[in-house]
């Protein structure tokens, strides 16, 4: 198995596991907050939210050169900050009312929860596009960097041949 497989996977794994969580949670019938078609639309969005984290995320990991994957260090820090936040905010207001059997109005409100997991995707996602071109712009110097060392590499081995000519002339 190679390394890019084992990252998708793992973090799949992960994934997976936050996306079962939060609809074991939503959907155990405790509370009695399943409520019909709004609560069903709320899930939805939430869980094409997850969805898009998922998809941001595995854009992070096919790289397959560790010097990008090193790059892409960022972007994966992005991506579990934001499914971690969208968990907490999509299963506080669950837990809150299935432990305590009381709701906090705000938080009893599930388009409250839908919405901040909408924006917390849509941040995530403009930060992951930020992220990107920080990226695409420390490889344009690494190149150009690259460029220049050749080339004051090959200046010095001209000069120190035309200096062991010299030399030995």
Same mark, same amino acid.
Not at 32 to 46: A, D, E, H, Q
Not at 49 to 65: P, R
Not at 70 to 81: A, E
């Given at each position: ?29 405790? !509370? !009695?907050?399943?409520? !019909? ?22 854009? @992070? ?28 905010? @999509? ?11 009381? !709701? ?29 071109? @920080? ?35």
């Amino acid at each position: 198995m190679n390394k890019l497989n084992q990252r998708m996977k793992f973090y799949s794994l992960v994934w997976a596991i936050a996306f079962v969580l939060f609809n074991f949670i939503a959907f155990v019938p405790i !509370g !009695g907050r399943i409520t !019909g078609s709004i609560f069903l639309v709320s899930r939805i969005f939430i869980d094409i939210t997850f969805i898009g984290q998922l998809l941001c995320t595995l854009y @992070a990991l096919k790289e397959e050169n560790s010097q990008k994957l090193f790059y892409n260090i960022s972007l994966i820090s992005i991506s579990y900050i934001g499914l971690i936040i969208m968990l907490v905010v @999509a299963l506080l207001p669950e837990i809150i009312l299935k432990l305590f059997h009381t !709701g906090i109005p705000l938080l009893s409100n599930v388009w409250f929860e839908t919405v901040v997991c909408v924006l917390v995707l849509g941040f995530t996602a403009i930060s992951l596009i930020k992220a990107q071109a @920080a990226i695409s712009e420390v490889e344009r110097i690494d190149q150009k960097v690259m460029e220049q060392t050749f080339s004051i590499k090959s200046l010095t081995i001209d000069a120190d041949a035309v200096v062991a000519s010299a030399t030995s002339a």
